[in-house]
């Protein structure tokens, strides 16, 4: 079965920390995605990467970086944590050959609370 | 560029009521259309998808129609489930190969 993991369900930091959000797919997909997922706001790209070293700004990057240095491992970091960054982070992948026709992979999500 | 519209909700219904959430889409070339389910603190997963014109998927009880005449790929189903209440998103594979998806449905059904 394929899949996505997401090292963590729940964590709670603390302002000010620098936090990981590692996220893992077996599936040798090219695309990989960072989202953030608050009530009412939808699904909100914050970065992805289609190649390994390889980045993007999505629509809502501040406030975070990733590092991409192997194929199948994508990190979100958030450089000193701030309430307002309190929220699900989904993280996704998808195949990059198949362009028009391909569907995205998420795995279950990090419910993050920076306190 | 690539857009989905779906439905706002709370879309509020009894257990064995019929279900239909809208989807309309803005999409160069003809890309495949998917549906997505989120239980309740759960990631996204696909529940169906269509890849062209008049294809109609189905997964569980739900169905879609890709409507190319229309832009549409309203997601239906017969009689739902206390267990089908989670939000629900629409989505194109989008351009660039960045997926664009809806602001999600979220569906509640009373026993």
């Known amino acids: 079965d394929v899949k996505v993991t997401q090292s963590s369900r729940y964590l709670v930091k603390r302002t000010g920390e620098k936090v990981f959000l590692e996220c893992v797919q077996d599936m040798d997909h090219e695309n990989m995605f960072w989202y953030r997922q608050d009530p009412g706001l939808g699904l909100r790209l914050i970065y992805f990467?289609?190649?390994?070293?390889?980045?993007e700004k999505g629509d809502i990057p501040e406030g975070y970086s990733v590092s991409r240095e192997k194929k199948e491992r994508f990190s979100l970091i958030l450089e000193s944590a701030s309430t307002n960054q309190t929220s699900m982070y989904l993280c996704?992948?998808?195949?990059?050959?198949?362009?028009?026709?391909?569907?995205?992979?998420f795995g279950q999500g990090t419910r993050l609370t920076v306190v | 560029g690539d857009s989905v519209t779906q439905m706002e909700g709370p879309v509020t219904l009894s257990e064995e009521a019929f279900l239909t959430i809208n989807c309309t889409y803005t999409a160069t070339g003809y890309p495949s259309l998917f549906w997505y389910v989120q239980y309740p603190g759960e990631g996204l997963q696909l529940l169906l998808k269509?890849?062209?014109?008049?294809d109609k998927g189905s997964n569980k009880g739900f169905e879609a129609t890709y409507r190319k005449e229309t832009t549409s790929f309203h997601l239906e189903k017969g009689s739902v489930q206390v267990s089908d209440s989670a939000v629900y998103f629409c989505?194109?594979?989008?351009?660039?190969?960045?997926?664009?998806f809806g602001r999600g449905t979220s569906l509640i059904v009373h026993p």
């Open positions: 269509a890849t062209k014109a008049d």
């Open positions: 990467s289609y190649d390994v070293k390889m980045k």
């Open positions: 996704a992948s998808s195949d990059r050959d198949r362009g028009l026709y391909t569907e995205a992979f």
């Open positions: 989505a194109l594979p989008g351009g660039s190969y960045i997926p664009t």
